[in-house]
């Protein structure tokens, strides 16, 4: 089976402080995704990465950062958090798409992070 | 934006009956997916249905798609309380893997 293990299930951080999530998988995927989610929002995609070093911002980036040096794993900053990046943060992967690029493959999650910024 | 809106935002029905969400979405699709997510956990993958499938069977889920109008339906026969839990549709955007997922249905099965 897929194991997508994050470092904390729960985390208390200070206003101004750095944070990092980390996210390991197990399983050789080449893609990796990090997304928040909050009450009435859904699910956010904060950054992807395809690969090792690379990675392209999703919808929401701004205050976040991520760093993929190997490619089981791929972590998430928070340069300097703030009150409103409260939520849970939730790690994925998947294996590269389709042949042809049609479609996109299942994403196998974590457990998640509930992060609180007081 | 979010492309897949689940509906009813809210469900809940008594163990045995059946539960049925719908998914609708805006854009082409190359297929959607659907997932669970017990409280304050990670998503589960339930099953994937592509754009060229009508319906597909997992168990107790049967998922069908209508691309004509761009919606899809979740249906649990004999529901359990362990059934509890939200449900996600997600599609695909364009290639690499990048999914929309919708805000959920929210299902609550009493014993």
């Known amino acids: 089976d897929v194991k997508v293990t994050q470092s904390s299930r729960y985390l208390v951080k200070r206003t101004g402080e750095k944070v990092f999530l980390e996210c390991v998988q197990d399983m050789d995927h080449e893609n990796m995704f990090w997304y928040r989610q909050d009450p009435g929002l859904g699910l956010r995609l904060i950054y992807f990465s395809y690969d090792v070093k690379m990675k392209e911002k999703g919808d929401i980036p701004e205050g976040y950062s991520v760093s993929r040096e190997k490619k089981e794993r791929f972590s998430l900053i928070l340069e300097s958090a703030s009150t409103n990046q409260t939520s849970m943060y939730l790690c994925?992967?998947?294996?590269?798409?389709?042949?042809?690029?049609?479609?996109?493959?299942?994403?196998?999650f974590g457990p998640g992070t509930r992060l609180t910024v007081l | 934006s979010q492309q897949g809106e689940e509906d009813p935002q809210a469900l809940s029905i008594q163990e045995g009956e059946n539960a049925t969400m719908n998914c609708s979405y805006k854009t082409s699709i190359n297929n959607l997916q659907w997932y669970r997510q017990n409280s304050g956990r990670g998503l589960v993958h339930l099953i994937l249905i592509r754009s060229n499938e009508r319906e597909k069977h997992s168990g107790r889920l049967r998922v069908t798609l209508d691309t004509s109008k761009k919606s899809s339906s979740l249906l649990i026969t004999a529901s359990r309380a362990a059934d509890t839990a939200s449900y996600f549709c997600a599609t695909d955007r364009w290639r690499g893997g990048k999914l929309i997922f919708g805000q959920g249905t929210e299902l609550s099965v009493k014993p």
């Open positions: 994925a992967s998947s294996p590269l798409g389709l042949a042809g690029g049609r479609g996109t493959d299942t994403q196998y």
